[in-house]
DNA sequence: GTTACATAGGCAAACGTTTACTTAGTTTTG
DNA sequence: CAAAACTAAGTAAACGTTTGCCTATGTAAC
């Protein structure tokens, strides 16, 4: 009830009969200051009755890390992302840092709102997953020179900055070999028409793989389509309408696979024995699906904590001795067998 | 590559030739200062030139609003908090602010350390989800009068404090209902066992609609364990050798729900001839499961907005002047049909 | 018995804003 | 025409920390 304030640094340092400089040097550990047994003690414990909190804010002015970063995703609802923020969450705590989860809905008038806001906030870095028109967006945060990390979706603009993003192109790759491995030889695709040129991978794995293979790469096979249950419907009915031979389906979004299966079922296609099926995905009914769905499991979690152990890098680097070159890194994902697919004779 | 600095006040003043208060009213557009159209043009010019951004942290210093609010809940993997999270930004954008998320892991020491990183960072508000031993934690919070509400899981050592909840009573009581409103009789449950007392609203509902419908409540019929898939196959087995009477099955939480499908299917159980089955949640592949899941759909998303609407009452209340007396709120879930219910004659 | 260094701790100036005061000139009012 | 009221803009004191600089001991070295 009482209106109690939460506590200063000055009311410490008058509990402690002493100076603010003494506390602060105390509370800081700063081991070039001397101070006597006797009142560092009554400065921890001045400052354990007063429960002190240090303002990050006032620190954070004379140009002190304030300890948080930021992270901007394009949907925080996707499984994707939410693990992706797991691993950066992680790594934040593990450095004391927390962080600040910002939506951008795929929105670049919505993401440059969040940006300037959080620069207002004096953030200590940037987890950036672009979305289209992010790069002029950018432009305050390269500006201000404050560290970042793009993950996922490349900047086609530049090249100057450090990068980490799933492996696109081999999870296409593997997920269309292994159809090809147990005999497949008509494979349809359904994919996402989007600009985002990283996922412009995975049809090209998928490329790739009939191309070893030896295999006619047909358009006719190749179904893109908006980023919707509808859509993966409609489009996997057309495409059996069109290919009747197909043995094979890769798709390589979960959300148009949800349409997808169900549009298979209501034709009476059976999954396995008239078509197999394998998504490039884990969204977490793989195997609840009947049957359980092969998938690539994606390694949103490890790309989440790589980008974050980069932007760490940066921001612990205090001086700017080394130039920094830029990094850019991909990393795979995992076949995780389910009962989608039919070995061929 | 210049070493450029983030401009500040004092930079804005210089440019505009004038005094930095000047500029602080004219971007604050403080209607009781007088400036004269001339100047004012000038201080935007230059404000817009040198990129000013305000720093929130030294206006902060001021006692002015940071403009951000910390949410910390338990799972941010969880489907159920991430509608949750999506409804509290939402608010939270709207009126300006930013959003730091916080996981707790559901472990008090890991929640504590996120508290008073928060509290150092002077957040305006809190969106509470407790954890066993919360309600020691929130001391901080309390004593310094930051403003909180409390969502999804009560504090019992108090009840004066904000609240919002989806309604756990109603959402077993209606999943129940639809399987008696169906003909069936012995219905078992599956629950979680946890200490969340307001989770314990499931089976209390599930009870209430049994007796309503002057059914046999027995205690066979309950089978309650660990939050895992798992959990929900063993448990689900034992349930059908236990009883080789039930026609139905309501399962209160998805992760069990999922081991529990697996486990009907390998049992060679066919749903719903053999066993009718709701679940209480909307995880996402309800409708993939095969058949789609009959399921209670919870108000996440509205759960979350409602919390930060009455968080943003308490902030932007200016005065203490009507002393707030604790709102405590529920927002019931919808049924969600699919195909997992036999209608018995 | 100076000089030098190690130990111990206070003073006060930043950091970037906000805002209460102050100063002045220009109208309006009685 | 003097007093009041409005218009316009600058000064400087906070806010809570950090940290360079200073002072004052005690003790070891020359």
Redesign the pocket.
């Known amino acids: 009830m009482s209106e109690k ?1 939460i506590a ?3 009311d410490v340092a008058r509990l402690a ?9 105390v ?2 550990e ?1 081991p070039s ?4 047994a ?3 003690k009554r400065v921890l414990d001045a400052a354990a009755e007063l429960h ?4 990050t804010m ?2 954070g ?4 890390k304030r300890g948080i970063i930021a992270a901007l995703v394009p949907q925080f609802t996707n499984i994707f992302f939410n693990r992706f923020l797991l691993g950066v969450e992680q790594v934040a705590h593990r450095n004391n840092y927390i962080i600040s989860v910002c939506n951008t809905f795929d929105d670049s008038v919505y993401e440059k709102q969040v940006l300037y806001n959080a620069i207002g906030h004096h953030v200590d870095g940037f987890i950036l997953v672009p979305t289209e028109g992010s790069y002029s967006n950018y432009e305050i945060v390269r500006n201000f020179q404050v560290p970042y990390v793009v993950a996922e979706r490349p900047l086609h603009q530049s090249h100057n900055y450090d990068f980490v993003a799933m492996d696109n192109y081999d999870a296409g790759y593997t997920a269309t070999k292994h159809l090809i491995n147990c005999g497949h030889r008509r494979i349809g695709l359904m994919t996402w028409r989007t600009n985002v040129t990283t996922l412009q991978g995975r049809p090209e794995g998928y490329y790739a793989a009939l191309k070893e293979a030896g295999l006619e790469i047909s358009p006719n096979l190749l179904y893109a389509g908006d980023f919707s249950e509808e859509a993966g419907a409609r489009l996997t009915r057309q495409m059996l309408k069109d290919n009747p031979d197909i043995t094979a389906i890769v798709y390589d979004y979960h959300v148009q696979a949800l349409g997808g299966y169900k549009a298979l079922k209501e034709c009476g296609v059976r999954i396995p024995e008239d078509i197999s099926v394998v998504i490039v995905g884990d969204p977490e009914w793989e195997f609840i699906a009947d049957p359980p769905l092969t998938c690539i499991q994606l390694p949103a979690f490890q790309v989440g904590q790589r980008s974050a152990e980069l932007l760490f890098d940066k921001i612990l680097a205090t001086g700017q001795d080394t130039p920094h070159t830029p990094v850019s890194e991909t990393i795979k994902g995992t076949l995780l067998q389910g009962k989608s697919v039919k070995t061929l004779l």
């Open positions: 304030k200063t640094i000055k009969n002493t100076s603010t400089a003494t506390v602060s040097y509370l800081n700063v200051r001397y101070v006597s006797d009142l560092r002190y909190i240090r303002s006032a620190s002015l004379k140009g002190k």
